[in-house]
C-alpha cells in the first residue's frame, strides 16, 4: 500500500468516510425495497411489486455508480476492490477500531449482509410462486397423471380419466 502524508490520510481516511456514509444511505434504501419486495410477494400484489421492482433497479444502479468511488480509492491505494482489502485499509486509518470510520464501515458491511439475505429470501420466494404456477398449469392442461378429487365425506378419490380442466 502507498504511503500517505499527514493531511493526505487525513483527507484520504474522511473521502473514505463520506465514500462509505453514502455507500450505507444507497445500501439503507435498497434494504426498503428488498423489503417492500418480499411484501409484494408474499402477499401477490403484483401490480405495486412492478413499481417497487423499478425502484429497486434505480437504486441498484446507483449503488453501482456509487461503488466505482470506492474502487477509485483503492486503486489509489494500491489495493484491489474486495472485503479484505476495504478492511485493510480501514485497518491502516484506524488500527483501533474506534473511530466513526470504523463505525460507518461496521454500519455498511452489515447492509450489504442484510441486503443479500433479503435478495435470497426474495428468490426463494419467486422461484417457489414459478413452480406453483408451472403446477397449476399442467394441472389446468391436463398433464398431471392423477388428479384427484374428495368426496362428500372428504375422502381421496382417484380420477382415472385425464381431462384438462380447461385449454391453456
Given at each position: 500500500?502507498?504511503?500517505?502524508?499527514?493531511?493526505?490520510?487525513?483527507?484520504?481516511?474522511?473521502?473514505l468516510i463520506k465514500i462509505l456514509h453514502q455507500g450505507a444511505e444507497l445500501l439503507m434504501q435498497l434494504k426498503t425495497y428488498l423489503?417492500?419486495?418480499r411484501n409484494h410477494l408474499?402477499?401477490?400484489?403484483?401490480d405495486t411489486l412492478h413499481l417497487c421492482s423499478q425502484n429497486k433497479q434505480t437504486c441498484l444502479t446507483l449503488i453501482t455508480q456509487h461503488e466505482t468511488g470506492l474502487n477509485d480509492l483503492l486503486q489509489e491505494q494500491q489495493?484491489?476492490?474486495g472485503k479484505t482489502e476495504i478492511k485493510q485499509l480501514i485497518h491502516s486509518?484506524?488500527?483501533?477500531?474506534?473511530?466513526q470510520l470504523s463505525a460507518i464501515a461496521q454500519r455498511y458491511e452489515t447492509l450489504l449482509i442484510q441486503c443479500n439475505d433479503l435478495n435470497?429470501?426474495?428468490?426463494?420466494?419467486?422461484?417457489?410462486?414459478q413452480l406453483n404456477a408451472a403446477t397449476l398449469l399442467n394441472l389446468i392442461k391436463g398433464a398431471v397423471k392423477q388428479n384427484e378429487t374428495y368426496t362428500r365425506q372428504g375422502k381421496t378419490r382417484s380420477n382415472p380419466e385425464n381431462k384438462p380442466i380447461a385449454k391453456a
Open positions: 500500500m502507498a504511503t500517505i502524508s499527514g493531511s493526505g490520510k487525513t483527507a484520504a481516511r474522511l473521502r423489503e417492500e419486495e408474499e402477499n401477490n400484489n403484483y489495493l484491489s476492490l486509518y484506524d488500527p483501533d477500531n474506534k473511530t435470497s429470501i426474495n428468490g426463494r420466494i419467486i422461484q417457489k410462486s
